[in-house]
């Protein structure tokens, strides 16, 4: 995988050009030390990553995703690397793809975004007995779980396969931000002018926004 190939919640951006002979994979991600016993690591598991390169004058600045299990990426992107479940991946790849997460990265980054950056960012630090917790990790689940390589994911969030149409996902990914937003205790005016920094984001996608966090 390379960064080229991810959106937002979408692992299907672009199609691979490399590919990855797995017990060489395996080997470099062991190191020169590590022992190869048949264990199962970080890359035989769902991984969040995003794009590395980026800039505050494109689009969104923060692109993320979760990745398929068995697949192996570059330095254009950066991932956790250790097996994390479902539901924590699903919670924190909405909120580093909200705007308000993208409004506050956009005031440090000029062009990489290293891990530095991403730990000095505040994230919200719910749990799974928060009610809007699980509101947030089913609609994102939706939007992940699209293709048969998460049908493992959805099965374990509890939902069936998520929609592909344009519209639909629009909805939800709009009522995803206005969740963020709320989380972050923004008022309507505020959560309006963080909007207006998006200059090259479609007014559509930010009128539903505004919608969504009005409802």
């Excluded at 509890?158 to 009522?175: L, N, V």
Aim: glycine share 6%; aromatic share 12%; proline share 3%.
């Amino acid at each position: 995988y390379e960064g080229k190939m991810i959106h937002q919640f979408n692992h299907q951006w672009g199609q691979a050009r490399y590919w990855v002979d797995e017990k060489e994979g395996r080997k470099a991600v062991l190191g020169r030390k590590g022992e190869d016993k048949g264990q199962k690591l970080d890359y035989q598991g769902y991984r969040l990553a995003y794009r590395s390169i980026a800039s505050c004058t494109n689009e969104r600045t923060m692109i993320s995703t979760i990745l398929p299990i068995n697949v192996f990426y570059g330095h254009s992107l950066n991932g956790t690397r250790e097996i994390v479940n479902g539901n924590t991946l699903l919670f924190i790849v909405t909120v580093l793809n909200s705007f308000i997460f993208d409004y506050a990265l956009r005031q440090r980054v000029s062009a990489n975004i290293t891990m530095f950056y991403i730990y000095q960012l505040p994230i919200p630090r719910l749990t799974e007995k928060d009610p809007i917790f699980t509101k947030i990790v089913t609609r994102a689940a939706k939007l992940i779980c699209t293709t048969p390589e998460f049908d493992d994911l959805a099965q374990e969030i509890g939902i069936d396969k998520g929609e592909s149409h344009p519209d639909k996902r629009a909805e939800i990914r709009a009522e995803l931000d206005a969740i963020v937003a709320q989380l972050y205790d923004l008022t309507y005016d505020e959560f309006k002018y963080i909007l207006t920094t998006f200059p090259i984001v479609k007014e559509d996608v930010k009128n539903r926004a505004l919608a969504a966090f009005t409802q």
